[in-house]
Every structure is written in C-alpha cells, then in structure tokens.
C-alpha cells in the first residue's frame, strides 16, 4: 500500500514538472509581439529624459556616435549634413513639447518658439535657454551663414538667419534629423 501512495505521488509530480515545463501559447505570442514592437520602435536613450546642467559636456569618438545615432543622425550631426526640405518629421508639427537634441538628449527648442517658416525645416525663434546652443561662422556654401549645434555634444543642428519673426527677428533653421521631439501639453 504504502509502495502504492509513493507511485501515486511520483505520477502526480511528473505531471506537474511536465505541464511546468510545457509551452504556453499564450506567452509565446506575447513574446513574439514585444519582440515585433522593440524591432521596430526608435532606439532608447533615457538619459535623453534627465536635463543635464547649461554647461555640461559630452564627447564621444566617432566609431561611438554612429553605434548611437541612425544613418541620417550621424550624417547631419556628426557630418554637418543636411536633410532634404520636408523630408524631416517636425517641420509641420504644431504639437505643444520640447524638441531635445537626437545626439545627446539636451533641451534645445520649445514648441512656443517655433514657427512656419515655410522652408521644410523647423523653425524657431531662440533656443530653450541660453548656452544650450553654441554658433560659429560657416563659409562651406560660399556665403557667410552662422552654423548652430548643441553646446553639449556639438552635434550640428542648422543655421541661423536674420529674416525671422518677432520677438528675436532670429531664424534658426533646424534639420528634424538633429532633434528629438517630446510632448509636453502644458507648453
Ligand atoms: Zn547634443
């Protein structure tokens, strides 16, 4: 009898580790969904959500910046590129939220001081605060333009131009490339 009770007993914990160790359908769904989703979702930086000090400085070597950036973020921060008029993400966004730079999550813009500038790129009138941004004089096209790019990181973000609307009069001319946008509906 007692042979009897421990057979029983060694059946029902087979049983349990057999259906312990089964798949689960269900969870293997989930799995492959989140899986989809990371796949296909931007990549994350949440450092980019601690707003460094006006001040503080970041440098990375090249071969780091383009294991952190995306082709078009490499080519326009860390190349001084420049994307194509409308083919960026912001230049028709109305929504109210900070504009962060796409290299090293500093705050560079806010939704309050853009414009339309009608040009395909974004447009604003000042950065966030002063310091956040830094310029320098570009002759590259063969014009004198003022080059801007984030004080933090030194990503190349546009340049600025005197035809801008009030209160600054200012036009700085951003590729959608460069920023990273981030809601704040109590802008
Ligand atoms: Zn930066």
């Keep these: 009898m007692r042979t009897l009770l421990a057979l029983l007993f060694a059946v029902a914990f087979l049983a349990l580790v057999a259906l312990a160790l089964s798949p689960d359908p269900a969870a293997d769904a989930q799995d492959s969904g989140a899986m989809a989703s990371a796949n296909t979702a931007t990549r994350e930086r949440p ?5 460094p000090p006006v001040g503080d400085r970041v440098a990375f070597s090249a071969r780091q910046w383009r294991g952190r950036l995306t082709p078009t973020e490499f080519h326009v921060l860390r190349e001084e590129g420049t994307e194509r008029a409308y083919s960026g993400a912001f230049h028709a966004n109305h929504a109210p939220g900070l504009y962060r730079c796409a ?3 500093a705050p560079l813009f806010t939704s309050t001081d853009k414009f339309d500038s009608h040009t395909g790129w974004p447009s604003y ?3 966030v605060a002063p ?3 830094a310029t320098r004089s570009d002759s590259s096209l063969g014009t004198l333009r003022t080059e801007v790019h ?3 990181c030194g990503g190349h973000l546009g340049h600025i131009f005197p ?6 009069g200012q036009r700085y ?5 460069s920023l990273d946008f981030e809601p704040q509906p109590s802008l």
């Design 103 to 105: 290299g090293c999550g």
């Design 173 to 177: 001319c951003i590729n959608a490339a």
């Design 47 to 51: 450092e980019r959500f601690v707003d």
């Design 131 to 133: 310091g956040r941004v």
């Design 150 to 152: 984030c004080a933090r």
């Design 125 to 127: 009138t000042r950065p």
């Design 163 to 168: 035809d801008g609307p009030l209160p600054t």
